[in-house]
């Protein structure tokens, strides 16, 4: 679904932010008010298997998150919409939503776009909820699949945040305490 311009925005607020694998015009720092970014989803394919499974993000009711809305020329939105629901939904633990995004463009004001965005389906067993802070520590610690450690995803999210200047204390907390096991060994 293009918006008025056209193009497709698609909002991004974990691995979409460093590894969008499609084609975009754009790349924007975003605010998504209504939701926010949360390590709720047990990764069994992605940052883990099935007998050692990871976390990754989910968007869950409640609160702000930033991300990055990425434009797409409208004469590539479905081949961009096929791709990456084949990338969120195969075990059917997000559905996309049309939800409404905050564009903050250096030195423009805030502009507001539809965006599709990727939320986390609460109904699925891929989704953790909320865990104890040493048990998300676990399953970082544990996860890895055919994207990676679990860990490295935590990490990338950090780091991409803060280079945006962002900070998440919730994930920079629990990147410091990945970081103090791995260190430990």
């Known amino acids: 679904m ?12 974990g691995s979409l932010m460093w590894r969008p694998g499609f084609a975009h015009e754009e790349a924007v720092p975003a605010l998504l008010r209504g939701y926010h970014r949360s ?3 047990y990764s ?3 940052r883990g298997t099935p007998d050692r499974p990871g976390l990754v993000l989910g968007l869950e009711p409640g609160g702000a998150c930033r991300g990055v809305a990425f434009r797409v020329a409208a004469n ?5 919409l096929a791709y990456l629901d084949a990338r969120e939904i195969p075990h059917e633990v997000y ?18 776009v539809k965006a599709h965005a ?4 609460r109904d699925r067993a891929h989704y953790a909820g909320r865990l104890p802070v040493e048990r998300s520590v676990e399953l970082f610690l544990q996860g890895e699949g055919l994207s990676g450690r679990a ?3 935590l990490e990338n999210t950090v780091t991409h945040l803060e280079a945006m200047g962002f900070r998440d204390p919730r994930l920079h907390d629990l990147l410091l305490r990945v970081r103090a096991r791995l260190e430990r060994g």
Do not use: K, M, Q
């Open 39 to 41: 390590f709720c989803v």
């Open 151 to 153: 860990h490295d995803y």
């Open 44 to 46: 069994y394919h992605y």
């Open 76 to 80: 590539t939105a479905d081949d961009v």
């Open 118 to 121: 990727y939320i986390v389906r």
């Open 2 to 13: 293009a918006g008025e311009d056209g193009d497709l925005w698609v909002f991004g607020y």
């Open 95 to 112: 559905r996309r939503r049309l939800v409404t995004v905050e564009l903050h463009r250096p030195g423009e004001s805030a502009r507001r």
